[in-house]
T-cell receptor, first 110, second 115 residues
Framework: GIQVEQSPPDLILQEGANSTLRCNFS?????LQWFHQNPWGQLINLFY???GTKQNGRLSATTVATERYSLLYISSSQTTDSGVYFC????????????FGTGTRLTIIP | GAGVSQSPSNKVTEKGKDVELRCDPI?????LYWYRQSLGQGLEFLIY????????KSGLPSDRFSAERTGGSVSTLTIQRTQQEDSAVYLC?????????????FGPGTRLTVT
């Protein structure tokens, strides 16, 4: 099955800094999603992005499908951005069971 | 609209007991997935339902685990004879095909503790 790797595993930044999180995947994908897991464990959808670029406020994401990676950008970080960010991907159309990376734990210091 | 809901939010059970976990998907979503999140294994797929098709059970870790989906909506995950290694957060997700995409939306999870 598809392999998903995320880097870095941990990231500590000052409030206001920008950050880039990376997700590498081993196969062509039909589904790629970025999630933020909040302190209560809820997975919050950030982006559905099997290819291309999307932006939502201070967050944006780019997936280069031909090179099998995706990047999540967070600009002007706030303390509420802290938490674990997961990338998940599927290579199957019609049964898009997701394979998750191990996550990046982001800590924003005031 | 309402999101995916799961119940109970927390469950503590004794080793050897059976447990049932419930998932209510987003109304109209035809696909339903179960995942679990544990410290040692991260987030892993368990089972997938799509309409009236046979479920994909390839992620179930043992025959103590089973799931059903009644009427194409609510799903129940059953764990028989629970073991301590079953302790985890069990997450349910649902999706529907929209614009060629099956974006999954997750519920808040059920935290299972086996003592």
């Amino acid at each position: 099955g598809i392999q998903v790797e995320q880097s870095p595993p941990d990231l500590i930044l000052q409030e206001g800094a920008n950050s880039t999180l990376r997700c590498n995947f081993s196969d062509s994908v039909n589904n790629l999603q970025w999630f933020h897991q909040n302190p209560w464990g809820q997975l919050i959808n950030l982006f559905y992005i099997p290819s291309g670029t999307k932006q939502n406020g201070r967050l944006s994401a780019t997936t280069v499908a031909t090179e099998r990676y995706s990047l999540l950008y967070i600009s002007s970080s706030q303390t509420t951005d802290s938490g674990v960010y997961f990338c998940a991907a599927s290579a199957n159309f019609g049964n898009e069971k997701l394979t998750f990376g191990t996550g990046t734990r982001l800590t924003i210091i005031p | 609209g309402a999101g995916v809901s799961q119940s109970p939010s927390n469950k503590v059970t004794e080793k050897g007991k059976d447990v049932e976990l419930r998932c209510d998907p987003i109304s109209g979503h035809t696909a339903l997935y179960w995942y679990r999140q544990s410290l040692g294994q991260g987030l892993e797929f368990l089972i997938y339902f799509q309409g009236n098709s046979a479920p994909d059970k390839s992620g179930l870790p043992s025959d103590r685990f089973s799931a059903e989906r009644t009427g194409g909506s609510v799903s129940t995950l059953t764990i028989q004879r629970t073991q301590q290694e079953d302790s985890a957060v069990y997450l349910c997700a649902s999706s529907q095909l929209r614009g060629g995409a099956y974006e999954q939306y997750f519920g808040p999870g059920t935290r299972l503790t086996v003592t």
